[in-house]
């Protein structure tokens, strides 16, 4: 099927953010008294909004994280991305030919607006994408596993969402994917297939996607 919009997650699908913004995560986590190991995260957080931190904490422990996590979370966050961020191999080849080949494409991220630039600015894909085909959870109300973002996106493309397809690596971005109607292909790299039950079928490198994607 050639689809009419391709949505990428930006997390680990176009940036390789994943292991550094988790290994901060698990570290910040229990450095505020909140044991959590760098699987602990990836099981728990990974493709989520920041909030969710804060709703399994307080569900698990019945206390508030600091009034400034989110603040001290992004300024490690970024700090470590300025400092050693690469694009996920094979990702610009990949926009390449859907560019070649006229396919719009667009990214909904979990990160905030912020972190998507300060990611993209160092790997160099800020050159791929601008405003209009970038879109965050902090532009809906709720964010990944809920199909908001995905709609937003598939909206303000112009596209059905049945014409669309996700490029997820998470849990959660597949639930999200699916229940706005979408396609989602799982990118395993980094998570298991049992990990994104439901997909439409999985890949374990981008030279494997323009295939999918009948490019």
Known sequence: MRYDL???????VLVDSEPLANTILAGYLTELGHPTSYEDSLRDYMGAAVHRVHDLIHERTGQRLPADFDETLHARTFA??????????????????????????????SGSHERIRVGHRKTGLDAWFRDENIFSAEDVGRGKPAPDLFL???????????????????????QAALAAGMDVYGFTAMTPEDRLVGA??????????PAILGL
């Open 200 to 209: 439409n079928g999985y890949f374990g490198g981008m030279a494997e996607l």
């Open 80 to 109: 470590a991305f300025e400092r050693e961020l690469e694009p996920v191999a094979g990702v610009t080849e990949v926009l390449k030919q859907l560019v070649a080949d006229r396919v719009p494409y667009c990214l909904a991220s």
């Open 152 to 174: 937003r996106a598939a909206e303000r493309m112009g596209v059905a969402p049945e014409r669309c397809v996700v490029v997820e690596d998470s849990r959660l971005g597949v």
């Open 6 to 12: 391709v949505v990428f997650d930006n997390d680990g």
